[in-house]
């Protein structure tokens, strides 16, 4: 049966989210874990892209440690998030954000986040980034 997505459930997993859960030093840290367990009592889904990914282990690689970043991964894996492989037109329509928003400072990660989200009919995020806020995305908790 093919994979069907239903995004009424499902929240956007980003870089600051995801880190802040994984390192208790992060000062939102406590907060990403009272998100995570309202996340686990709601059934909520967290998707992400390879692209928060690749960010996140060289976050944690250059803040944390080689081990913990890879054990992140590994966990990660392991996990029920969804990993959305953004495509060449997500890529497209990422440098697009930043042409029309250049004044904004969007990461191309944070424009390929965008596209991916768009394109699934996400409108919300697990973030502490206020680039998502002001792209028009609502985030749980505020930043």
């Known amino acids: ?5 239903d995004s009424s459930g499902t929240i956007f997993a980003d870089t600051s989210g995801l880190f802040a ?4 030093r992060d000062q939102r840290h406590e907060a990403a ?10 059934q909520t889904q967290l998707l992400t892209t390879n692209f ?3 960010e996140l282990h060289a976050l944690m690689l250059t803040r944390v440690g080689a081990t ?16 959305i492989r953004a495509d060449e037109t997500d890529e497209t329509y990422a440098r697009d954000i930043i042409r029309r ?8 990660t944070d424009t390929i986040s ?16 206020d680039h998502f806020t002001r792209y028009g995305v609502t985030i749980p908790v505020e930043v």
């Open 1 to 5: 049966m093919p994979w069907q997505f």
């Open 21 to 24: 859960l994984a390192v208790r």
């Open 33 to 42: 874990q009272e998100l995570q367990r309202a996340f686990i009592a709601a």
């Open 52 to 54: 928060v990914l690749a």
């Open 68 to 83: 913990e970043a890879n054990e992140l991964l590994a966990a990660i894996d392991q996990s029920r998030t969804l990993i």
């Open 101 to 108: 928003y250049g004044d904004h400072g969007y990461s191309l």
């Open 114 to 129: 965008f596209a991916v989200m768009d394109r699934l009919g996400l409108r919300r995020a697990f973030t502490f980034d």
